[in-house]
């Protein structure tokens, strides 16, 4: 488990010292005599906010108070309005030596009845600061007056009063109302709260994380291929944990390896990520997740469940390995190691095992020296500092996986020795065929592979690994004897990348196809429930001088929601393949700009809505009209269409938020209150 803070205790109660310790705030005033001016009237809040209630010696006697051991001393009053039916009352003591007494009535001041009282600790004398605490059943509307005597004596008595009730729970609080989460292919992220939430008590109880006591419950079925991923992303809750369950509320059972708490991908890293696209679940069963704040913390997140219906060999292992038929350039990434150890002490060579990484294969068709350059790069393309190792194994008559012997090309070398660069590969004037982490002459290239006459058609293994593990892309160029000097015969599907984004009018699909490939037409299909698809448009399939293909569809006639894209790929004889489903959100006109938390201090979370643009540009505008804050954010950097706008510096105040494109264009607007 990773380290933790109190941040998910900062707005709750705090046990320290022997008392209990909140934020407070100012403005309200004890009254001597019991009243229900302005004045004396104490704020209900969602949670424990003490405010000052001093009882000085001047006070004097007003009620003669019974039960708690209630007396007629001298007594401090204010009163509150309940906003639930349920209201706790907190008074905590600065001063030693005195032991508060909490009586509180409805009624009049002429005719007050009796609500309740508390007086727990006993007999004052105490060489620490003392807390009461009573928590009563209220009638939302009411007024209550809250009467406050130092237990026996007239003392004067300096302290805070908390008046707080919870809010409802959410309606997932129990599993039985558990909120079904669709899967899609790739992740469609929903928000979410568990503020209100209360402790379940379901079993069994979770293996992680601790005991929960501000829980959720979402539902989803599995995808035929079991094959899923549980992704969390942090809002106001920034750590989070969760337990997954399979059976049926009543008979809820642990799946194994099914709790986690702060594996989160970067930057949610202390939110939980469950990753079954190994450990398999059962398609087309239930499963139910338990979500929860670490240590009781409270807030809005945002989860979504992802899978394949169908989940064939990943690339990440050795038996999946995408075959690589042209001179043109590779993209890539991967974000876990596959599900099979392929690299052991027996073939890694120079490699310290397997961390993200992917395979592929190449066949040479002509005699002469073949190498590449890989380029870490980040999501604008530009180059990045990421740590890339490879290995290639061959020549061999057949694909052998795993790779039976060490490799033939070899690189664990950390790239950017001596303040170069960190790219990596096989290139001409390098001797080495295998390089070390670090040492003399270690550049991150080996030398290139020297295919003669009787390698040519034969095949070798190669295998990229991002040792960084930061799920970082690469650019990978080939340098061959000429551009169609390897072998496409191997390659199953061209389809490489599949997209949908919505315009201010219409909805942009996208996609890329390598060269080589067998589809004849690519049909553009749309739904509105990921179940029943129509076409809306097709292409005819390019031919290529050898690089990838980008095509592109516009939809003009998107509804309102959510709508799913998906493309048929026909070729010849008649074996049709499906891509993934893109979810995408569509909202003509300008979207409603929801900023969170509201209001708020030191910055604020804005969901954009997805476009076709490059950048966003975020403008605050206060009520003159001037623009006190514009700030521009690269659309990649919005992780799942959310923006933050620092508001260090602003006044306090009411004010305007836009949200444009790089156009200039509208895209939503929204407003906030600076505190």
């Known amino acids: 488990m990773a380290n933790r803070s109190n941040n998910g205790m900062r707005a709750s109660l705090l046990a320290t010292g022997g008392f209990l310790l909140c934020t407070t705030t100012m403005g309200q005033t004890a009254s001597d005599a019991c009243s229900f001016a302005a004045g004396s009237r104490y704020t209900v809040n969602t949670a424990c906010n003490y405010q000052t209630f001093n009882k000085p010696g001047s006070y004097v006697p007003n009620v003669t108070a019974t039960g708690c051991t209630g007396s007629g001393n001298d007594d401090a009053f204010g009163w509150f309005q309940a906003t639930a039916t349920t209201t706790t009352i907190s008074y905590n003591t600065s001063d030693l030596g005195t032991n508060p007494i909490i009586h509180v009535y409805t009624g009049t001041c002429a005719s007050l009845v009796a609500a309740g009282c508390v007086n727990a600790t006993g007999a004052a004398g105490f060489l620490s600061p003392v ?58 992220n929903q928000v979410f709260t568990n503020v209100g939430a209360t402790a379940s008590g379901t079993t069994p109880a979770p293996v992680c994380g601790g005991t929960p006591s501000t829980d959720v419950w979402f539902s989803f079925v599995a995808p035929a291929s079991g094959a899923v991923r549980i992704l969390t992303e942090e809002g106001t809750l920034t750590e989070g944990v969760l337990q997954l369950y399979s059976g049926a509320c009543g008979g809820l059972t642990l799946v194994p390896n099914g709790c986690d708490d702060d594996s989160g991908i970067a930057p949610n890293d202390d939110m939980p990520f469950e990753d079954r696209r190994c450990e398999r679940l059962t398609g087309g069963a239930t499963y139910y997740i338990r979500f929860w704040g670490f240590s009781g913390a409270t807030g809005t997140f945002g989860i979504c469940v992802s899978g394949p219906d169908v989940f064939p060999t990943p690339q990440q292992d050795c038996s999946g390995g995408f075959t690589v038929c042209n001179s043109g350039n590779i993209s890539n990434n991967s974000d876990y190691a596959g599900c099979t150890q392929d690299l052991t002490t027996s073939n890694d060579g120079c490699l310290g095992g397997e961390n993200q990484g992917t395979w592929y294969y190449f066949s040479p068709q002509q005699t002469g020296n073949y190498g590449f350059s890989l380029q870490p790069v980040n999501h604008l393309g530009s180059p990045a500092n990421i740590d890339y190792d490879f290995a290639v194994w061959g020549p ?11 490799p033939l090309r070899c690189s664990f070398a950390l790239p950017n020795q001596g303040g170069g660069n960190y790219t990596t590969g ?54 061959l004897p000429s551009p169609t000097a390897l072998d496409c015969s191997l390659l199953p599907v061209e389809l490489l990348t599949f997209t949908a984004r919505a315009g201010a009018d219409r909805v942009h699909v996208k996609w890329r196809a390598q060269a080589g490939g067998t589809s004849e037409r690519f049909i553009v299909e749309h739904s509105i429930d990921a179940v029943h698809f129509r076409s809306i448009g097709s ?27 998906r493309l048929r790929m026909e070729n010849a004889v008649g074996d049709d393949l499906y891509s993934e489903v893109v979810p995408v959100q569509f909202k003509r006109g300008l979207h409603v700009l929801l900023p969170r938390p509201n209001p708020a201090s030191g910055s604020i979370r804005v969901d954009v809505p997805k476009a076709e643009t490059d950048f966003y540009e975020l403008r605050s505008i206060d009520a003159s009209g001037r623009v006190v804050r514009s700030i521009t954010v690269n659309s990649a950097d919005g992780r799942s269409g959310t923006l933050e706008l620092p508001l260090d510096g602003l006044d306090a105040g009411s004010y305007l938020l836009q949200v444009l494109d790089n156009t200039g264009a509208m895209l939503g607007t929204g407003r906030f209150a600076k505190e």
């Open 396 to 406: 061999m008559s057949a694909i052998v996986c795993p790779p039976s012997a060490t």
């Open 539 to 565: 292409l005819e399939a390019e031919t290529s001088d050898g690089n990838d293909i980008d095509y592109w569809w516009d939809h003009n006639d998107p509804l309102d929601g959510v709508n799913y894209y």
């Open 426 to 479: 096989m290139a001409a004037g390098n001797p080495d065929v295998s390089e070390a982490p670090t040492g003399s002459n270690v550049n991150g290239f080996t030398s290139r592979i020297t295919v003669s006459t009787g390698d040519v058609g034969r095949f070798y293994v190669m295998y990229l690994d991002n040792y960084s593990e930061t799920g970082q892309a690469f650019n990978l160029t080939w340098n």
């Open 131 to 188: 807390t009461e605490t009573t928590t009563l059943a209220t009638v939302v509307g009411q007024n209550y007056l809250v009467r406050i005597q130092n237990q026996g004596t007239n003392n004067g008595m300096n302290g805070r009063l908390c008046i707080w009730s919870p809010p409802p729970p959410p309606v997932n609080d129990n599993c039985a109302n558990a909120i079904d989460l669709p899967v899609f292919e790739s992740c469609f």
